[in-house]
C-alpha cells in the first residue's frame, strides 16, 4: 500500500505563487510515477502534472510555462510550483501514484493513478 499526504493550499492572490507538498509512504518501491491531478466544481478530474522515477514530465496543457513539478527521493515527496496563478485554477488538487510501469504510463498521460490522496484545496483570489 501507499499513502500521500498533500499540503499546502490555501488562497492566493491572482498573479500569485504557491507550493503544493506531497510526501508519500509505504511501499515506496513500487511507485514508478507521481503527479498532481485538479478537479473544479462541476468538471472533471484533468492532469496537472506528472513525473516518472526517471525524472520524465508530463504537463497539463493550461500549466505549461506556469507549473513546474519536481520530486525529492531522499524525502519521498513530491512537489507542484505554481506561479502567475488564474482564477480558473482554483480546484481541489489531488496527488497520485502510478504502480509498475502500465499505471505508471496512464498516470502520465491523465488516465488516474493507483493510489490518491486526500486532496487541497487551491483558491484563487482577484
Known amino acids: 500500500q501507499v499513502q500521500l499526504v498533500e499540503s499546502g493550499g490555501g488562497l492566493v492572490q491572482v498573479g500569485g505563487s504557491l507550493r503544493l507538498s506531497c510526501a508519500a509512504s509505504?511501499?515506496?518501491?513500487?511507485?514508478?510515477?507521481m503527479g498532481w491531478y485538479r478537479q473544479a466544481p462541476g468538471k472533471q478530474r484533468e492532469l496537472v502534472a506528472a513525473?516518472?522515477?526517471?525524472?520524465?514530465?508530463n504537463y497539463g496543457d493550461s500549466v505549461k510555462g506556469r507549473f513546474t513539478i519536481s520530486g525529492d527521493n531522499a524525502k519521498n515527496t513530491v512537489y507542484l510550483q505554481m506561479n502567475s496563478l488564474k482564477p480558473e485554477y482554483t480546484a481541489v488538487y489531488y496527488c497520485?501514484?502510478?504502480?509498475?510501469?502500465?499505471?505508471?504510463?496512464?498516470?502520465?498521460?491523465?488516465?488516474?493513478?493507483?493510489?490518491w490522496g486526500q486532496g487541497t484545496q487551491v483558491t484563487g483570489s482577484a
Open positions: 497520485a501514484a502510478g504502480i509498475g510501469t502500465a499505471q505508471a504510463m496512464e498516470l502520465i498521460l491523465g488516465r488516474g493513478g493507483d493510489w
Open positions: 509505504g511501499s515506496m518501491s513500487s511507485i514508478n510515477a
Open positions: 513525473i516518472t522515477r526517471g525524472g520524465g514530465r
